[in-house]
């Protein structure tokens, strides 16, 4: 009987970290969410497109913006897909981050 408990108690703590270790922040860093969420639209070298008026987010303009502004800009911009509207709070800092490094 109690080996049957230990066994459950094991497999359900397995499943817990399973299920919750792709979904903790720091399981992505900001290079690869920028690669899967943003290079699509801005590029690799985060550029943009001008012909498609996808702004360059290593400009002057840019890099004169806080973090805030940029983290805001991610979140409530109305043309960014979901995916990118429902990232983390972490998960979007870790892209400003990332696109700070760029902008050097």
Known sequence: MKTTKLVTLVMTIAMTLFILIPNLSWAE????????????????????????KIPSLISDEAKKQSDADLTKGIAETAKHPGAVKSLTGDDTKAIVTYIRSLQK
Do not use: E
Not at 29 to 52: I, M, S, V
């Open 29 to 52: 860093d900001g290079a690869t969410l920028y690669k899967a969420k943003c290079a699509a639209c801005h590029g690799a070298d985060a550029a943009g497109k001008p012909a498609a």
